[in-house]
Structures are given as structure tokens and as C-alpha cells.
């Protein structure tokens, strides 16, 4: 493979680094070369390898009633306890519009926010259950 | 909970709004949802295209953040294995 090589000192073998970045709403891949300070781009040794990407994704938008893909059995991505607080944000958004009724949209944005804080844990737990503390106890 | 009980929930309270206007209401949540909880994790794939030397590859608009990138082969062995993310951008840029 282009860019492997054995290090004689230590006698492992060795490659230049593999690196990624983001810009322009593209990922970039290069190999990094330290001794040359250079960035190579894959060539044909590479052509075909796989890359996986792990990634944060934005939920998927329901479809408006007047596309032909409108289903009113969709589904949200988000698992179903947090499906409340969506619907929370939309009344709120209702609300808004309408200056008399302020106080019911702010009361609909904090439900929305509690949900925030709940959906954040979730994903922080990463659904592996919480740490419990376990008090030391002195016999 | 399906997109017709949401929007039935919605109705509760703004009977004057029409479907599509809550629906567009509703994707919006979702948006600012997703945004702010990072709760929707995926992994995708591509091929590298060497024979181009192509450097850069197209995002999908879904992609909030990439939380990692593996490569296949990047050790020289046949595995695919995570590599580091570049912090910065490279000195000398290249298009391709």
C-alpha cells in the first residue's frame, strides 16, 4: 500500500495517517504525510474501499397533504415518549401568532424545553441506563 | 404517536389552521428538535474513487454532524478502522 512503510528504529510496521475534515458541506479525505507535511488525496490503491461515516442525523420532514407520498399513518423518528413535546412546539408556534394569547405559546415552549433536556439525557445515556451512585457504607 | 393524532393534538388548539400549515409547523419542531438533542444517530457508506483522486465527497442535507469516520484498509490491514479528524484544513488546498 502507498504511503506504508517499516520503521527501521523501532521495526513496526507503519503507515502515514488517514485523516478527514469538513468544508463546503463535504468531507474531505487525505493521507497526511508528517516528514513531508503533505496531504495526498486516495489514489487507485484505495479506489473501492469503504468509508462509514457515524453521524447525527436531522429528522425526516413529514410530507405535506398535497404530495402523493402524504401518509397520514407517518410515524416521527423520534421515539414515542418525545413525541408530545413536538406537538408541544407546533401548538406553541400557533400561539405565537396570536398576541393575546402569548402566555398559552410561552407555556408550550417551556413544555418544549423540558422536552429538550429529557431528549438530551436520553441520547447522552445512549440507552445504556444511568449511572448509579452506590453510597459506601461503614460496618 | 402517527402524524394524524399530532396533527388532530394541533387542531385542539388552532381548529383555524389548515393540515399542510400544521404539518409545516410540525417539521419545524422536529428540525429544532433534532438540532438540539442530537438523539438521531446513524452510520452510511461510500466508496473512495482513487482512480480520480477525489479528495472530497458530498454531504446529505440529513447530516446534522458526523460524530466519527472509519476507512477501510486505512492500516494496511483489511479492517476498517476509525481515523482521526483533521483539525483545520490542509495548507495546500486541492478541488478534486
Known amino acids: 500500500m502507498a504511503g506504508t512503510y517499516v520503521d527501521n528504529y523501532s521495526k513496526r510496521y507503519a503507515t502515514n495517517k488517514w485523516v ?10 487525505a493521507k497526511y504525510d508528517p516528514v513531508a ?5 486516495p489514489d487507485a490503491d484505495q479506489h473501492g474501499k469503504k468509508i462509514t461515516l457515524f453521524y447525527y442525523k436531522k429528522a425526516t420532514q413529514f410530507t405535506e397533504p398535497n404530495s402523493n407520498s402524504f401518509s397520514w399513518t407517518a410515524t416521527s423518528d423520534f421515539p ?7 406537538v408541544a412546539k407546533a401548538i406553541a408556534l400557533g400561539y405565537e ?5 402569548l402566555p398559552l ?8 424545553e423540558k422536552g429538550v433536556r429529557e431528549g438530551r439525557n436520553y441520547a447522552y445515556r445512549a440507552r445504556a441506563g444511568t449511572v448509579k451512585y452506590i453510597k459506601p457504607v461503614d460496618f | 404517536m402517527k402524524l394524524k393524532e ?7 388548539h388552532h381548529s ?17 428538535y433534532s438540532q438540539r438533542t442530537r438523539m438521531l444517530e446513524r452510520a452510511t457508506q461510500f466508496d473512495l474513487d482513487g482512480n480520480n483522486a477525489q479528495r472530497y465527497y458530498a454531504l446529505d442535507e440529513s447530516i446534522l454532524e458526523i460524530k466519527s469516520v472509519d476507512m477501510e484498509g486505512a492500516d494496511g ?8 479528524k483533521l483539525v483545520g484544513r490542509p495548507v495546500r488546498r486541492d478541488l478534486t
Open chain 2, 16 to 32: 383555524e389552521l389548515g393540515v399542510t400549515e400544521i404539518v409545516k409547523m410540525i417539521n419545524t419542531a422536529q428540525e429544532e
Open chain 1, 37 to 41: 507535511e503533505k496531504f495526498y488525496s
Open chain 1, 20 to 29: 478527514w475534515w469538513t468544508e463546503r458541506d463535504a468531507i474531505g479525505i
Open chain 1, 80 to 86: 414515542g415518549q418525545f413525541h408530545d413535546y413536538i
Open chain 1, 97 to 101: 401568532r396570536k398576541p393575546e394569547q
Open chain 1, 105 to 112: 405559546a410561552q407555556y408550550f415552549h417551556e413544555k418544549f
Open chain 2, 77 to 84: 490491514s483489511a479492517d476498517h478502522v476509525n481515523i482521526p
Open chain 2, 6 to 12: 399530532m396533527v388532530e393534538l394541533v387542531q385542539q
